[in-house]
């Protein structure tokens, strides 16, 4: 069985790991949240370095007083069985776990025994009677002198770490929006940027600059229609009205947009000696088409008669 604050988790659903841990939660509604996760910060460090170093290298791990004094056997540490996720001595379950690995236990009974036997009992004893003293001494003393120390350099770290998150990466900030050099965001963007720069260009702007270019607009805008309109006179006295008609058809000079064929509220004018040609030779056409049909009545009258 494992502690309550311990969770073994399984990923990709081959590997297992577990994790001890204690949850603290601040809420970013009240000013200065950011000091309070620093104290936080401290303590939390503080009590995990003391922790480790005051008591877990010296005492509990592979190098330290007790594996150099100590008369008992003990076991620096567990290995997480990635089979089922179950915490077990290294040496003592090796046979009492199922077999259930890739090569099987009648194969890696070999390599165990040989990492077991030669690697650890062999090179293991000379490394252990050689360096072991030194080291358990010299990483048990150091590892003494840090948590002793630690109230005086883990609020140096927990500082600069505070430092780092304000000009490198925030994250400790709530928004997901933008986590990287806020502290150059909020003075160059938002204090310098936003609240200075822009409310000057908009009082310039608007005081200045739109009442200078609506005038420059209205200007462009009667000098383009004055000089249109000298253009368009010059034009129509010179060439157009003595010269122009009303075109048959458009072309690259002018376009028919109105008039007589284009609209029904626009006729042709024409002179009177026209308009009585045109009426005399309607005329005619009545008379050719009477003549006709009397005619046309004459040559079926036999037909008509002897029928």
Known sequence: MMPENWRSQKSDDIHYSVEKNTQK??????????WWNFLVRILTWMKNSIFMFGIVIPLCSSLSWRALFGIQQFYPDTQLCQA???????????EETPDRGFLGKSFARHFNRFWNYIL???????????????????????????????PLWIPVVT?????????????????????????????????????????????????IGCPL??????????????????????????????????????????????GPGLAADFFYQIEPEQALAAFESMLERE?????????????????????
């Not at 004055?226 to 010269?243: A, E, H, L, N, S």
């Not at 046309?296 to 002897?306: T, V």
Request: glycine share 8%.
């Open 25 to 34: 939660l601040t809420t970013s509604h009240y000013p200065f949240w950011r």
């Open 159 to 207: 500082l600069i770490v505070h430092i780092g998150g304000f000009l490198i990466y925030d994250f400790d900030s709530p928004d997901d929006s933008n986590k990287i050099g806020i502290l150059f965001e909020a003075i160059i963007w938002r204090l310098l940027i936003q609240g200075c720069i822009q409310p000057v260009t908009a009082v310039l702007v608007g005081s």
């Open 287 to 307: 008379e050719l088409e009477a003549w006709k049909h009397h005619m046309s009545r004459l040559i079926d009258q036999p037909k008509e008669h002897f029928k």
């Open 213 to 258: 270019s609506s005038l420059g607009i209205t200007l462009f805008g009667l000098l383009r229609r004055t000089c249109r309109g000298f253009w368009d006179t010059i034009i129509y006295y010179i060439v157009i009205k003595p010269r122009a008609r009303v075109p048959s058809n458009d072309s690259f000079v002018a376009r028919r947009i109105a």
């Open 120 to 150: 650890k009992g062999g090179v293991g004893t000379f490394f252990v009677a050689v360096s072991m003293p030194v080291l358990c001494t010299v990483t048990s003393t150091l590892s003494v002198i840090l948590a002793i120390s630690a």
């Open 84 to 94: 089922d996720g179950a915490l077990y001595k290294r040496e003592k379950k090796f």
